[in-house]
């Protein structure tokens, strides 16, 4: 038997809206965002889509996703090796600041480098496929980055990139992982 987990992006924030660089600083999420987490809900119940267990980072951005998405109907597991990457210096800052946008190699030493991120990630999910029993089906609630480059090391030929409100599969049976299929539920909201 195999074990689900879907991977789920928090939806929109303030700082996403004025293209900030969040990291660990948080932002609510917008009205845009609620409605992204709410329609990812839908989309869950309409495929009939049930959650045995649910978790999420200890960030409030995910963790309002994810009580939108379930409609508070599932107790859940705050995670913090599921918290965004640290950014340091740039954090609250324009997206424009950071190094990679305008052609610099050097980053901020107290940045979070990414195999880190990546390692605190793979914990997550290695901890929530523990928790999980054969044919159950987990949601976790996390962030672009953090998500994002997870999906990547794991599977290096999707290139996935998270929206707010995107969704990734993913089916363990043992050690074995299978990407399962990406959805953005929320696309056509603006």
């Not at 789920?8 to 845009?32: A, C, E, I, W």
């Not at 409605?35 to 889509?49: L, P, S, W, Y």
């Not at 999707?158 to 089916?171: A, D, M, P, Q, S």
């Amino acid at each position: 038997m195999s074990k689900t987990i879907y991977l789920v992006r928090h939806g929109q924030t303030f700082f996403n809206y004025y293209h900030k660089v969040q990291g660990r600083v948080d932002s609510p999420l917008t009205v845009l965002g609620q409605m992204q987490a709410k329609v990812t809900g839908d989309f869950f119940r309409k495929k009939g889509i049930k959650f045995d267990k649910a978790f999420c980072s200890t960030q409030e951005r995910a963790c309002d996703t994810l009580e939108f998405i379930t409609q508070k109907s599932i107790p859940y597991e705050r995670l913090k090796d599921m918290r965004e990457k640290w950014y340091g210096i740039y954090e609250g800052q324009d997206e424009v600041t950071l190094p990679w946008n305008h052609g610099s190699g050097v980053v901020d030493p107290n940045m979070e480098a990414d195999f880190l991120a990546i390692e605190r990630m793979k914990r997550a999910i290695e901890y929530i496929k523990n928790q999980l029993s054969d044919g159950e089906i987990a949601i976790a609630v996390g962030h672009g980055a953090i998500l994002g480059m997870y999906v990547r090391d794991m599977f290096p030929k999707t290139n996935f990139h998270f929206e707010n409100c995107g969704v990734v599969k993913l089916i363990f049976n043992g050690d074995e992982i299978e990407f399962g299929g990406s959805y953005w539920p929320a696309k056509d909201l603006k």
